[in-house]
């Protein structure tokens, strides 16, 4: 017989504002629908910014003030934005609930129960792992707000990933999926290294570019829309370098963005979204930070580096760790691009184990799905 909390279907507000682009709106959108799939909750997605969730999800109206896409209601969070409050609420990285929303939190639990949550960034920090579940009161209202930090280990909240999508990665490379995708898009099937490119117009692209120039070795790279991009492409043509083939590549949907990394041999990407679904593929990860100021996203990278490096032989670790560094300072002339492809067997076996290991672990979906219905229940 099922319980009546198995029965019940929360209603939960998710709070966005888009400062990193695609990543924030990304993740949102994945854990939105992920919480809606799997744990059937009714999930509305509070955003700033519908037009940048719109390049990834094209049935999405950036223009309308609410609308339901995919079982998923949107509402532009805008100065009107009024609604009383669900029984689940999740501030996005930071966001800050509306002072409105606040005294409507308030209101409602004179009544019932409401479960409110702060979701963080992905990160690999000590901090993580401490302030993870930690809550904190409200400082007029008095309500708690559970403080939720995604990581790589079982005291954080973990990645997200959807339910079965091991096992569909897994099928589409068995049934010919990258073969196809790259034929699609125009690339060269096997005949080099390919490489998806999409990444900051403040990394040192040109200092990358004339690394992949002078290594010998023949590579494709794959490049998303965007500057950094078309910086490449302006520099490539000036270094002639035959043996670099760059093949535009389109904005695809958040949908079809896992059957790219999965038909590349390597990926160099930006920002959480991108550089999680590139790890859950198993390709070789070449991760560009948001640039921040005095350079701290490099103690993120440093704590990522600690625990993604461990997959790899020391040689390859330090090489891998190399490039890492040297493509996220802005001022670096040149990056050890050579260094890196030396190892290119041992950072495909790295990325291997290291997607084994993700996909070891219980989801974030699963995480606060566990630490929020909880505390509706008692």
Known sequence: MRSFFQDHMYNCDMFCRVIDNFGDAGIAWRLAKSLATEKHWRV??????????????PQVDACAAVQNVQGIDIARWDEDFESPAADIVIELFSCFLPAQYEEAIAQALLTRRVAVAALDYLTAEAYAEESNGLASPHPRYGYHKTFLFPGFSEKTCGVIYEAGLNEKFEAFVAQGGPKRVLESLGCECGQCLTLYFFTYPQMPVAAFARDIAADPRPL???????????????????????????????????????????????????????????????????????????????????????????TLHPQAAQAWTNLENRLNLSTSQETGWSAWRDHFTDMQQGAKLWRKTLFSQSSLTERIAQTLEKQLKY
Do not use: C, N
């Not at 509305?44 to 999800?57: E, N, W, Y």
């Not at 494709?220 to 965007?226: K, R, S, V």
């Open 44 to 57: 509305r997605l509070i955003i700033d910014d519908a037009a940048t969730l719109a390049a990834m999800v």
């Open 220 to 310: 494709q790279i794959l490049a998303a829309p965007g500057k950094a991009s078309d910086m490449l492409a302006d520099e490539l043509e000036k270094l002639h370098a035959p043996h670099v083939r760059l093949v535009r590549a389109p904005m695809v949907p958040q949908e079809h963005f896992d059957e790219i990394l999965l038909s590349v041999d390597a990926a160099l990407v930006r920002g959480e979204d991108s550089t999680m679904r590139a790890q859950l593929a198993g390709v070789p990860l070449i991760w560009t930070l948001y640039p921040q100021k005095d350079d701290i996203q490099l103690d993120k990278l440093a704590a990522f580096a600690g625990l993604y490096a461990k």
